[in-house]
C-alpha cells in the first residue's frame, strides 16, 4: 500500500472540498442565516413588543447557527484538510517516521525501534515520484539510509552507507576494505542476540570519521550464498572470500550492522539515487524499552 499516495489524494479531495466550502457553501449559509435573522425580526416586528420573544438575541445567535453549520459531508471532508495537509507537508519534505521490522541493523537499530527519517538533508523529492527537485547534499559513508528496495520499490529498507558512487568496496574474509583502505574495526565484548539466542562477536567499524557498532559471526563462513541477478552485477566479483565491487555513477552500497543476518548490498545489488528516501537520525519510541528513545550514530 502507497500511504504517500493515499494521503496525496485525500489531501485532494479535502482541499477540494475545503475551497468549495470557502467560496460556494459558506457564502450560501451566510446569506441563509442573515435571511433567516431577517424573517425572525419581521415577525417579532409583526406580533408587537407584547408578545415578542423575551430572549430575541439567543434566538437570532441558535438560528444563525444552525445556518452556518456544516453538512455531515463537509464537516468530515473540508474541516480535516488543514491537518491532512500539514501531515503530508511535514512527511513528504521534512521528517518521516519509520518502524524496523528486522534485525539486520542490530546493535544500532533494533526489531521494535521507531525511528524518524531526514526528508530534506539529501535534497527534497516530491512525494509519490521521488523526484529530487533541490540537491541538497550527497550522502555519506557511514549514514545510515532509508531507501526503496530496488527489487520491490513498495518495500522500505534500511541500511548503512558503505561505498559511493567510484568506491571499490571489498568484503573479503569478513573484513571490510573501501578503495583499498581497511575501514578500522575496534573489539567489543560479545554481543546477546536474542532473536537468534546466541552470542555475536561485536566490533567499532570507522569508515570515514562515521563510528558504529557491528556484528559479526565468526562461525558463518565468509563466502556469499545466493547472491542474485541486478543491474551492474559486472562490477562485482564473488569469490570463496567474500566479494569485490565498483559502485556504479548514481548508485550506492549498503550494508547492515549486523553483518551476518543482513540481505543487502552483497545479495541485491547496488541502491540507486532515485530510491533514496532520507536519512534516519532518531529513534522516537520503542514500547519495549523506552531508554532506546534518542538519536544513535
Request: hydrophobic share 40%; net charge positive; aromatic share 12%.
Amino acid at each position: 500500500m502507497n500511504f504517500a499516495l493515499i494521503l496525496f489524494v485525500l489531501v485532494v479531495v479535502t482541499g477540494v472540498a475545503w475551497v468549495a466550502d470557502k467560496l460556494v457553501f459558506l457564502p450560501k449559509r451566510r446569506r441563509a442565516a442573515e435571511a433567516a435573522v431577517a424573517e425572525f425580526d419581521r415577525q417579532q416586528a409583526r406580533i408587537g413588543e407584547r408578545f415578542a420573544d423575551e430572549n430575541a438575541a439567543q434566538t437570532r445567535a441558535r438560528l444563525r447557527d444552525d445556518k452556518l453549520r456544516q453538512p455531515w459531508w463537509l464537516e468530515y471532508s473540508a474541516s480535516f484538510f488543514p491537518v491532512i495537509l500539514v501531515v503530508f507537508v511535514v512527511r513528504s519534505f521534512v521528517v518521516e517516521p519509520f518502524k524496523i521490522p528486522s534485525g539486520s541493523m542490530v546493535p544500532t537499530l533494533l526489531v521494535g525501534d521507531f525511528i524518524l527519517v531526514n526528508k530534506f538533508e539529501y535534497g527534497i523529492r516530491l512525494p509519490i515520484t521521488n523526484t529530487k527537485i533541490t540537491q541538497g547534499r550527497q550522502p555519506s559513508r557511514g549514514d545510515v539510509v532509508v531507501f526503496r528496495y530496488p527489487k520491490d520499490e513498495s518495500v522500505d529498507y534500511i541500511k548503512r552507507v558503505i561505498g559511493l558512487p567510484g568506491d571499490v568496496v571489498e568484503y573479503q574474509d569478513k573484513k571490510l576494505t573501501v578503495n583499498g583502505k581497511p575501514v578500522p574495526e575496534t573489539p567489543l565484548p560479545d554481543y546477546l542476540d536474542e532473536e537468534r539466542l546466541g552470542y555475536a562477536k561485536q566490533f567499532v567499524q570507522d569508515i570515514s570519521g562515521h563510528k558504529n557498532a557491528i556484528l559479526n559471526n565468526p562461525a558463518v563462513p565468509p563466502f556469499i550464498v545466493g547472491a542474485e541477478d541486478f543491474p551492474y552485477r559486472d562490477n562485482c566479483t564473488y569469490n570463496a572470500r567474500g566479494v569485490i565491487c565498483k559502485v556504479p555513477p548514481g548508485n550506492y552500497f549498503m550494508m547492515g550492522d549486523n553483518r551476518d543476518n543482513s540481505a543487502d548490498s552483497r545479495y541485491w545489488g547496488f541502491v540507486p539515487d532515485g530510491n533514496i528516501v532520507g536519512r534516519a537520525f532518531f529513534i522516537w519510541m520503542n514500547f519495549s524499552d523506552l531508554r532506546r528513545v534518542g538519536s544513535f550514530k
